[in-house]
Each structure stands twice: as C-alpha cells, then as structure tokens.
C-alpha cells in the first residue's frame, strides 16, 4: 500500500537530527527528496547527503537479488541466487553450527538505519530465539552515555528548540554544521539575537569558523577543562548556592576535586592560553540563560565517560537549568518511551544466558579461540545496518577475521561494502524509502513514522522481512515471528503515543515540562544531579569526575608523536554515502589535515602523499597542510570505504580496540601517529 505523493517518512541516519521527509514519486521511481515544512525541527532543510537519497536509492550499483560467494573468500565473485536458495543455504548453516553451539553465532548490527523495526525488532526476536550470542553495541555512544546516566540520571536533557533563546551556547565535541544541522539553525537563531557562541574543538572546524570563540584544545583533555571552570566558579563565587544545596549531590567532594585544578593547570594539560580559559570560566558563570550543546566527539578517548560527567555537573553549579534556555543536551533518546521488550522479546530466551561480544573488539575477538572464558569461537556472522570492516578500529584484525575460511558470513545491504566482500551470502535490503519504520531521535523529542513510497527494488526485502523468512526457514514457529512490519511500527510505542496521529500526521511531539531539572527532578537514584555517584562508588571506581589521560597521550610516544582524530567527514555519513559519486565528489580523496608547522618538520607539501602510520598499521592519503589541525594533532576525516583509499585501508588501520574509561566504548579520538612524505622514501 502506497501513499500519495509526496510520501511523508523519516530520515533513518544516524544523526541526532531525525527529520521528516517528503519523497515525490514519479512511475515508481523516487524521484526528489526533501524535508518536511511542517515539521518544526527540519523546517523543510536537509542536509546535503539525504538531499541525495533519491540517487542513493537508484543507484546503478545496489545490490538487488540475493548473491552467494563462488570464489575464494574476499574475491568479490558472487552469483546470483533465488530467495529460497539463499535463504535455505543460510538456514541450514546456521541450524548445523546452533546445533553444536547457538552462541558460535553472532549478530553485527548498528544505525544504518534507526528505525525501531528494521534496526531493532524481528532481527532481535530471530536471535534471542536462537540463542545466539548478544552483541554490546557500543561503537558510538556508550561512554557518554553511562557518564550522562551517572550524573543527571539518563540521556536526557534540553529540549533543542531553546537553545535559540540561549544568550551563551558553548558547543562542546560537535562539528554542527556538518553533523547535527538542525541544532545549528537554533544556534544561528541565537547568535542572531545576540548569543555568543563558543566553540570546543581540537579541530578547527566550519563550525568553530562561525563561532566567537574557539578552544582548540588537545584531543582527550575536556574533563581537565571543565575541572579548571568549575575551579574558577568557585574561586569568583559564580554559583548559584541554592540549586546547588537544593538539587545536587555530593558538592563539598566535587568543590575539593575541583580546587586542584587552577586554570594553569588544565591549561598546560589541555594546550590552551590560561586566558581563554578564565574567560570562557567567566562568560559560563555570568551569563544567563547559557547551554551546552556536548555531543560524542568528547567521549571517543580513554576518560570519555569522566569527561561528559565533567560537563554536565556545569550547569547545575550556576543553576541554568532554571531557565529552558539553560542547561545541557548531549542526548534526548532517554524521553522515548520505546516498547523494546514487546519489540525485541528477550523472553524468547527462555531461560538461557548467552554471552555479549563488544562489538568494539570484534578484530580480536574474531580471532579468539575457543576457551572457558570467551566461549565457542565465533563460526558465524550475520551482519546488518553496519559496515565493520570499513568503521570499527583496528581494521588490520578485523579484516584477518573476515578472512577466515571458516568463518560464515551473511550480510544484510544496499550496497558492495568492504564489509559484504568478505560475505558468503549477501542479502539485498531495502532502504528507507520503500519500507515502514518508526523513529525516535537523540536531538530532539518527536516520534517519526516512515511510510514506504516506492516498491522495493528489484528482489529487495526489509530487515524485518528477511528475519521473518529466516525464522520461517529454522522453523520458528512462534506467533511472534508472523507480526508484520506495520504491526511491529505499532508495536514499538504501544500505548504510549498515539499511532493514529503518527499516520495522519507523520510525527508526534513527546510531552515534557519546558525546564526539566528547574526544580531538580533528575532521573538519578537520589533525584539529584550526582557530581557524586554512589553507584560508581559502590563498583569501587572514582565516584567523582577527573580527568583520566588518554591511553596514548599526545606527544607522550617518541616515536608517534602526533595525536589523531578522524571525526565525520560532513558529505558522509560514518561510512553511508561514500559510493554517492555527487557526495564523493564534495569530499574528493581520503586526506590527512596537518598543520603547517608539523608539516614542514616532516617535508610534507600540500597535496603530496603522505603514510600515517603506528604498530597497528599504514594507511596513505593525501596531506591537507592547514589550521585547521592544530599542532600536535592531526585529522583524518572519516569514514572512507577502504577499497576507495589509495591503498586499500581508512583511518581505521590506525585507530585501536583499547576501550573507555566507563561504558565499555571505543577510543577512535585517542591514537598516537607518525606521519612521513611518501614521496622521500
Ligand atoms: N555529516 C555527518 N553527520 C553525522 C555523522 C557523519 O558521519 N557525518 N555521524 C553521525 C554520528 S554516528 C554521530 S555519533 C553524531 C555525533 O557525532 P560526533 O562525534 O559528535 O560528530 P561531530 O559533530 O563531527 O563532532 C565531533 C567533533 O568532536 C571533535 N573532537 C574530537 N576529539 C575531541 C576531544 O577530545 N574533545 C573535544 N572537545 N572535541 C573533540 C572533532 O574534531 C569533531 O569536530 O553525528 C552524526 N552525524
Ligand atoms: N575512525 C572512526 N571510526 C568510526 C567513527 C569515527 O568517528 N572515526 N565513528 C563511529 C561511530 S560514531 C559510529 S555510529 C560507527 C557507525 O558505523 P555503522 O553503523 O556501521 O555505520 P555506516 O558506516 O553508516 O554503515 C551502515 C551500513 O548499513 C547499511 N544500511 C542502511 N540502512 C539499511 C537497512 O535498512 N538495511 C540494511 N540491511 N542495511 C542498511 C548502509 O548501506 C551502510 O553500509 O562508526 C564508528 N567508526
Ligand atoms: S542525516 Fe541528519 S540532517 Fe541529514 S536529513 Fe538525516 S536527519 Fe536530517
Ligand atoms: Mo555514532
């Protein structure tokens, strides 16, 4: 069933925006994508990537019948083969290796899409009944996470329309203009009516460009920063002394943590003037209404948990969370009332306790043997929603893992990714515009519903459709496996938002006070903001937030003295839309920013090749010598297909598998590099 046009669905990247779309449909093809007027937080703006989704969706290279390998693994030969085929194929694989061990089998899914029942519903239900073992996903979010949910209580905070009312924005680890636009269009309304915008990046970014200030400090450092702020809101008497005794949790504790960080101090860990660090102190502590708009870019190194908890004790110090122009948003995701249970079914378990592999660590844990702690070996692989080879770290291991001859592998996707070369059997997916969805958003507080608006392509099926079949195929026979995707898209809120409204109207804005923690109120076990953290005591870690140096500090190697980050590229999204020729075109090559001084120290030229290289391994791009790295560090824009890449890998080569401080997440932003001239070799 199709609509009328334009069809009114959701944009299903992984981006904190979520907006509505209207797609135009002329003779079944998708024919223009644009963003819904109607929707107050899109305001009938995409950015440029999904303003491409039409070519995206009719691209000549999606994969649009079922494919099954016939030679040698990674060869990239594969022939075609009915559904039944390959559904058989895969069924009797997977049957014979749940015979010996379900958790040999292990699923790999992240936010290729965000929809609830492509990304989270009949896969979860096929592998809870299955007994296969779980996977923590963990790649983007979780230590900044944990640190959220350990300080305010859950990922929850502003509401993002407000901050056009902020008179001071401090937008911390976030490249908004190319990565969290609507939010920007807030700012810009702000900076409009006279806000001063603040900038805390190690990069110079184009965000950072239009900002009044920019704190370009070394990657890693934040929470010593944040530390130093609250020093000099101590120091200057700039807190708000009732909200802090009303609302707030362990004070006196965080007032002595805080006291050993004088601004000379942060300033030499972070690599900043000591001045611009009283002055931001100051413009937080005396103006109102002032916000933070953090994002992950923080969170990617050892102490990112510590730093976010930092962060967010700010706002609680000068009480600007009084005012809903005030306070903090890192993530919204928290307000959802998302029915995951009755989506994903864990009870399906039935009593079983499978193991959880970190899908950080996929390289190593690839390669593991069998043993009493880690389990069965891994035997088979069933991948969806995500492109590992090219996106997790340390790709050297990953890719020996994806090697393996005995390895089975089945990938769900649009397209030959670096990841689907290694499959066994790849399976042609639908994409957002041809199948139901519904959404929640981490940057604002609308549910979204997707409606398809053209048929799938060629022999196409939705996630949910190919786990339906698999199911049928292993000889699931439980009523659950015959939900269909419009009765999963009803499933995923329940009760708790009005299904009707969400089809007449496409979105649905979650109720929700204006000022959230005016009057306290935080989700945490004391309803306080916890600068102290009983459950981070009670594990026997730091209950309060310091500054834990990264695993592989900037300058501290000798040998690999340069720090890289490789943050999103603004024309990608993570590795999505790499193969758009209009996209790629934007973003040219895979390069490495370096600046001026670092690079003349190594006889590197603008434009030339250079080898950026550790003990994991070599990757080659091509040198941007600029300021926008600031010295000392070095920026290799994400997330290109390795096979695109002069010499078959990304940045990803270089990035390791070593883990955050709290959450369990990855440390992309905390690697040690050398970088020479290929050409004087
Ligand atoms: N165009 C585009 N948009 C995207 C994505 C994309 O790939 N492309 N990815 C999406 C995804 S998956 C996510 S998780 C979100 C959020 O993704 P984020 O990680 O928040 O991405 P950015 O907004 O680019 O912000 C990262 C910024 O943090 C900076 N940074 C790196 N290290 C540090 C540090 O130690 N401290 C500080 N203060 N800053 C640091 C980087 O230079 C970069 O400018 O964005 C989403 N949006
Ligand atoms: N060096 C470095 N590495 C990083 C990061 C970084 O900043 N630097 N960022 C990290 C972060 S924040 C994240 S979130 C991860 C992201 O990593 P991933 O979640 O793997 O994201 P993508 O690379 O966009 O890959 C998603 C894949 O899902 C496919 N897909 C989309 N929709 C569907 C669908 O409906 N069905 C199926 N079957 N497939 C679909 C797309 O075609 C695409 O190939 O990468 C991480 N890796
Ligand atoms: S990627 Fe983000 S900004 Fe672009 S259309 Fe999707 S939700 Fe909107
Ligand atoms: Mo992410």
């Not at 998302?338 to 009870?347: E, I, K």
């Not at 594990?539 to 980050?565: F, K, T």
């Not at 690079?599 to 791009?621: K, M, Q, Y």
């Amino acid at each position: 069933m199709l609509s009328s046009n334009p069809v009114r669905g959701a944009c299903p990247h992984d981006c904190p925006d979520t907006c509505a779309l209207l797609t135009t449909v002329e003779n079944g093809r998708a024919v223009r994508v644009q963003g819904n007027p109607a929707h107050r937080h899109t305001d009938g703006v995409l950015c440029a990537k999904v303003s491409k989704y039409a070519e995206r969706t009719h691209h000549p290279e999606r994969i649009l019948t079922p494919l099954m390998r016939t030679g040698p693994k990674g060869s990239r030969q594969f022939t075609s083969v009915s559904w039944d085929e390959a559904l058989a194929g895969i069924a009797a694989r997977l049957g014979e290796i749940a015979a010996r061990d379900p958790q040999a089998i292990l699923p790999y899914s992240y936010a290729g899409t965000m929809g609830l029942v492509q990304g989270e519903s009949m896969d979860r239900r096929f592998f809870h009944r299955l007994g296969a073992s779980q996977l923590a996903r963990t790649i983007c979010a979780t230590a900044g996470g944990e640190g959220l949910v350990h300080t305010l209580g859950g990922k929850v905070g502003m509401r993002v329309e407000f901050f056009a009312e902020s008179r001071l924005i401090v937008i911390w680890g976030s490249n908004s203009i190319g990565s969290n636009l609507h939010f920007w269009r807030y700012a810009q309304q702000a900076k409009r009516a006279g806000a001063r915008l603040v900038c805390i990046d190690p990069r110079r970014t184009e965000t950072a460009d239009k900002c009044h200030e920019h704190l370009q400090l070394l990657p890693g450092t934040d929470a010593a920063l944040a530390l130093a702020l609250m020093h000099e809101l101590i120091v200057h008497d700039w807190l708000d002394h009732d909200y802090i005794a009303r609302y707030t949790l362990g004070w006196e504790a965080l007032r002595a943590r805080a006291l050993q960080w004088p601004p000379e101090r942060a300033a030499a860990v972070c690599g900043l003037p000591v001045a611009q660090i009283r002055q931001l102190a100051q413009d937080w502590g005396t103006t109102q209404p002032a916000a933070i708009r953090l994002n992950y870019g923080v969170q990617r190194a050892h102490g990112g948990a510590n730093a976010v908890r930092a962060v967010a004790c700010l706002p609680a110090l000068t009480g600007a969370w009084r005012q809903r122009a005030g306070g903090l948003l890192l993530s919204s995701s928290g307000a959802f009332p998302v029915q995951r249970a009755a989506l994903q079914r864990p009870d399906l378990l039935a009593g079983r306790t499978s193991r959880t592999i970190n899908m950080v660590t996929i390289g190593d844990d690839l390669l593991r043997p069998a043993s009493p702690t880690f389990g069965p070996k891994i035997e088979a692989l069933v991948v969806y929603n995500s492109n590992p080879v090219a996106v997790a770290p340390d790709s050297a291991k990953v890719v020996q893992g994806f090697a393996r001859e005995d390895l089975f592998t089945v990938v769900l996707e649009h397209f030959q990714t670096d990841t689907a070369d290694w499959a066994d059997y790849i399976l042609p997916a639908t994409t957002q515009l041809e199948h139901w969805d519904v959404h929640l958003a981490y940057g604002h507080t609308d549910v979204l519903l997707n409606r398809p608006a053209i048929a799938p392509q060629g022999q196409a099926r939705s996630n949910a459709q190919i786990f339906r079949d698999l199911a049928r195929h292993m000889g699931f026979t439980e009523p659950c496996f015959d939900d269909t995707d419009e009765q999963l898209c009803r499933q995923a809120y329940g009760e708790a938002v009005d299904f009707e409204h969400l089809l007449a109207q496409g979105f649905v804005t979650l109720p929700g006070p204006e000022a959230p923690f005016a009057q306290g109120g935080f989700p945490t076990p004391s309803g306080r903001c916890e600068f102290h953290s009983p459950r981070l005591a009670a594990r026997g870690l730091d209950p309060l937030p310091d500054y834990v140096p990264n695993h592989e500090a900037p300058g501290q190697s000798p040998q690999y003295p340069l720090a890289m980050i490789s943050p999103p590229a603004r024309n990608f999204l993570n590795s999505s839309f790499v193969n758009v020729q209009s996209l790629r075109d934007i973003e040219g090559r895979p390069l490495l920013e370096i600046h001026p001084q670092d690079a003349a120290a190594r006889g590197i030229a603008d434009g030339s090749v250079v080898r950026v290289f550790n003990d994991r391994g070599s990757h080659a791009c091509h040198a941007v010598v600029c300021e926008r790295a600031r010295p000392g560090v070095v920026n290799g824009l994400g997330i290109w297909w390795r096979k695109l890449g002069l010499d078959g890998t990304n940045v990803n080569q270089l990035t390791s598998q070593a883990l955050t401080d709290l959450g369990e997440g990855p440390t992309f932003y905390d690697c040690a590099v050398q970088v020479e001239a290929l050409a004087s070799r």
